[in-house]
């Protein structure tokens, strides 16, 4: 495992245009994961740059649901699984129990698996410091696959959407993400090239 500069260092123009041009499991593949983390998905290169800058800037991170794909080598992953891609050993199974504040929260393409979404999003706002980020990479409701009914294992409790989106045919489990953050002020809420949702969310108030 690469340490956390030269992981970020890495993260540079001809690996967004290999994951741009590559087919979708060569991109997922275990060599892939290791390698790239999340970092393999089109929608966190299309916003490497913002991301980037916010982990340079953060001390202490959490990556809920980051053990497949970390986001970076000195985040804190919260997850069921024991161990990381990267044969770490995981000490959270639950956010709660991480201690102390947070400068930033990351998840991607997990929040769709939890059956408790709203208390998780309160419990993410709770652990970051005023100030702190919420960076989230979320399926949306632009690919059917992901739609609860029609995703392969079953997992998908929810699916995402933007508020204004004119799809006339969401599942009734739709979730309008930016309608979630009372407390928050919301930086990004976009569509990416994968389909997915970007979300960063800056904390203002105590929750």
Known sequence: ????SKFLKQLNTNHYLLFISSEWDDRHTVENQKKWGVWRWRGMCEYKDSIVKIVKKSKKIIDFGGALGPLCPNAVIVDR????????DIKYHNISDCPGQYDMIFSSHTLEHVL??????????????PGGKLVLHLPS????????????????????ALSGS????APIETVYIDKCFSLGSIETAAYTGDSSIMMIVRKEYSV
């Open 1 to 4: 495992m690469v340490s956390q």
């Open 81 to 88: 699984e024991k161990k990381d891609i990267w044969g770490r």
């Open 116 to 129: 408790e979404f709203q208390f998780i999003l309160t419990i993410m706002l709770n652990k970051l410091k």
């Open 141 to 160: 409701v632009y690919n059917f696959k992901w739609w609860p009914q029609n995703e392969r294992k079953k997992e998908h409790k929810r699916i995402f």
């Open 166 to 169: 004119l799809y006339m045919h």
